[in-house]
């Protein structure tokens, strides 16, 4: 009877189903043929790497195999006031990086919504998109030379009357410093989803608003904005599964020793001590307990959205 109520792999269904795939594969395969190299870089970097997580239970050793230890690592990790601080600090900078920076990218593509000269549009596009396809080595540099006590910004207030400061090593700027730099790299380019959001929109919306006098600010507060209310709660929820990534190519560039105890981040933990101290078991638990946090709060951010909003990931 359990033989009878199986689904038939030969049968009529599933050949058609495999001749539907065959036929859909040979129309679209240049699709699947660009889509491949992002598989495998998934795939290799960041599905496979799942497994070595085990190494978090393990301790390793230079001839495998590795003796399972359990939590013991989790111990060692938490019982450690230095992670604490990491913690605290990565909480820091990523409830900054949210709060100030998350809603740029909506303002810049808003903004630039509103720019009716073509050519004019162009240039504010290009100007503002350029700074993402720079390193953070590059950036690193610029603000480093920008801020520094002989730098640009400290002529300019020594020009006025005021003290330079040597912002890269002052403890009450430098976190400031990772939201200026952050937005001016990744506004305008982060910008670009809304803004294909917002051409979706249905123009006959703006048509009628016109028709019913309202001015740019109504249309933008009545239809703009609600019409990319989706896009923004979809990246909000994708946001915080990525809270706890401060930024380690950021961070890694611009901290230096006197710096270090305010914006050292549980990436540049996990870095220093798996990578320049060998402690790779230690190393791996930090990293784990950074994804289960990660994969809590992008869960709790979809359930609140969708309670509030109807609307979340799926």
């Known amino acids: 009877m359990t033989a009878e109520l199986a689904p038939h792999s030969n049968g009529p269904a599933g050949r058609r189903a495999r001749g539907d795939f065959a036929h859909s594969f040979r129309q679209w395969w240049p699709y699947w043929a660009m889509l491949l190299p992002g598989v495998i870089f998934f795939v290799i970097w960041h599905y496979v790497p799942i497994w070595n997580a085990k190494m978090a239970f393990e301790q390793v050793r230079i001839i495998p195999p590795n003796i399972w230890v359990g939590l013991k690592n989790f111990q060692l990790l938490f019982s450690s006031p230095v992670f604490y601080q990491v913690v605290w ?13 998350f809603p740029v990218p909506i303002i ?10 073509g050519p004019l549009r162009k240039t504010i596009q290009s100007a503002v998109y350029l700074p993402h396809f720079l390193s953070w080595v590059v950036i690193s540099g610029i ?7 002989s730098g640009a910004i400290n002529d300019i207030a020594r020009a006025v009357g ?12 430098i976190r400031w410093v990772l939201v200026l730099s ?7 380019w982060d910008s670009l989803l809304y803004l294909a ?7 006959s919306l703006y048509e009628a608003a016109e028709i019913d006098g309202a001015n740019r600010w109504q249309k933008i507060w009545h239809i703009t904005i609600p019409g990319i209310a989706p896009t923004i709660a979809t990246l909000f929820i994708l946001n915080m599964g990525m809270f706890l990534s401060a930024g380690l190519d950021q961070v890694f560039n611009m901290q230096n020793d006197v710096n270090r105890s305010t914006i050292d981040i549980i990436d ?11 402690e790779y078991a230690l190393g791996t638990a930090a990293g784990l307990f950074k994804g289960v ?6 869960i709790v951010a979809h359930l609140v959205s969708k309670r509030l909003t109807g609307r979340g990931v799926w």
């Open 182 to 188: 952050e937005i001016w790299r990744s506004a305008g």
């Open 162 to 173: 005021l003290q330079p400061v040597n912002y890269m090593t002052n403890t009450g700027a």
């Open 89 to 101: 600090n990565t909480i820091i900078i990523s409830t900054m990086k949210l709060v100030f920076i």
């Open 268 to 278: 540049t933990y996990v870095y220093r001590i798996g990578l320049q101290t060998g």
């Open 143 to 149: 603000f480093i030379a920008l801020l520094s006590p």
């Open 108 to 117: 810049v593509a808003l903004m630039l919504n509103e720019v009716r000269s």
């Open 197 to 203: 959001a917002i051409i979706a929109i249905d123009q």
């Open 293 to 298: 946090i990660g994969f809590i709060l992008i």
